[in-house]
């Protein structure tokens, strides 16, 4: 069904459709816009219902459906998600804390008021392509502002950090209210279920850059409730002649920018936000050295994870990186080489080697010659294979062979690559 037909049809029972939120603000903004959602008025759901017998209803507490719409933009039909208008109403605490209305009557000025930021509460009539702005959203995005739509933004904690991810993502400065109403939302944000931070964690680290979305965070004063781990960094000072850029927390934020423009692998990204995870924990009196962090730092990332349980695959690279990314630029003797190369292809499949580089590359302002030439020499030693080995070996004596074999390779190539 083309996104016309849908619009028709809807408006031949006395409906309106509207595409709404992100969709309008990329294209007001001249980007390619993302995924459409749309609102329809007018309507209640047995109608809906009735006229498109194909939807899936898949909203709990409001009534949302998925629907095959084709928006005749090359990417083909797609379900895309139809709501009912509606208005919200809070009746608890936390983001279960609402009672949502759904009906005929409410007015798509009304469902856009229960949304976040003036920039987000935007809509499209299909119709007539009439841009609804009912709050200011166009001219903040000629500003680069984001504010919230109203007084209600707090009623949902977890805003404020939705709030931080546009700020990463679109670069758009903070308004002086918007950071009033984050810091409003500290006290039930610290009950928030720990999956919806990480979820826009997940979200921010997507973004261009990740830096912006804690600090903002961080001048809301909800660094500390969402990401102690982080917020302990701030203060922790480092030898200027190795870090001029300022305290840990400075460091990172460098580095997990750095790396996010050069890989769009949020593991990495992660990765990379947690490499000094244990310059957090380095006592005053040893400042500013941090002498012991790589394994401080995973003491510290396990107890993140006993806090929030991380995505397996972040946890193991991150693991890694806290571990090497202050040994690996420092090797020279080719047994100790081959043993983290051998490490590197362990982790590969959460990992790749190129985004091992990208990382110790960003914090060493380089890399060393062998770690220039990982993948090749990785792959020589790849090939060495037990069924190659002399006939008489068993066991154990087949693994001590192929490390031999293995090292000889590594030590043939280092003398290429660092002759």
């Given at each position: ?146 504010r919230p739509v109203s ?190 190369l051998l490490m590197m ?75």
């Open positions: 069904m083309l996104e016309a037909e849908f619009a028709a049809r809807v408006e031949e029972v006395g409906g309106q459709a509207f595409v709404v939120g992100g969709w309008v603000r990329d294209f007001l903004r001249g980007e390619k816009p993302e995924d459409k959602d749309y609102v329809v008025t007018g309507l209640d759901v047995e109608r809906f219902r009735r006229i498109f017998p194909e939807g899936i209803l898949i909203g709990r507490s409001f009534p949302v459906f998925l629907l095959p719409i084709d928006a005749d933009d090359g990417k083909g039909e797609r379900h895309c998600e139809v709501a009912m208008a509606r208005r919200e109403s809070k009746s608890g605490s936390g983001y279960r804390g609402f009672s949502a209305e759904a009906d005929r009557f409410i007015t798509i000025e009304e469902d856009l008021y229960r949304r976040d930021l003036t920039v987000n509460s935007l809509a499209m009539d299909l119709h007539s392509g009439r841009i609804v702005d009912l709050y200011g959203g166009q001219a903040d995005i000629e500003a680069g502002v984001l007084e209600r933004f707090g009623e949902d904690p977890v805003r404020a950090l939705r709030a931080a991810r546009f700020a990463a993502k679109l670069g758009y400065r903070p308004a002086p209210e918007l950071v009033a109403a984050m810091e409003r939302c500290r006290s039930e944000l610290k009950e928030e279920p720990g999956e919806r931070i990480l979820g826009e964690l997940k979200k921010a680290l997507a973004t261009g850059r990740p830096s912006l979305f804690f600090r903002l965070l961080h001048s809301a004063g909800l660094l500390e409730a969402t990401f102690p781990e982080i917020h302990a960094l701030i203060g922790k000072t480092q030898p200027e002649a190795y870090h001029p850029e300022g305290d840990a927390f400075e460091h990172v934020m460098l580095i997990v920018d750095e790396v996010s423009g050069r890989t769009e692998n949020i593991t990495a990204r992660f990765a990379a936000l947690c490499h000094d995870l244990g310059k957090g924990v380095t006592p005053l009196e040893m400042l500013p050295h941090h002498y012991g962090h790589e394994v401080k730092g995973l003491e510290v990332l396990a107890a993140w994870n006993r806090r929030v349980t991380l995505p397996a695959v972040w946890r193991k690279a991150a693991q890694f990186i806290i571990s090497q990314h202050m040994r690996a630029p420092r090797l020279s003797k080719a047994p100790k080489i081959c043993s983290l292809k362990a982790v590969e499949k959460e990992l790749p080697v190129s985004d091992i580089k990208i990382i110790i590359g960003a914090d060493n302002k380089g890399l060393p010659p062998y770690l220039a030439h990982a993948e090749e020499i990785i792959a020589a030693m790849s090939q060495v294979s037990g069924a190659d080995a002399p006939a008489g070996l068993a066991g154990k004596q087949i693994g001590d062979w192929m490390k031999k074999k293995q090292l000889e390779e590594c030590r043939r190539l280092l003398e290429n690559t660092m002759s």
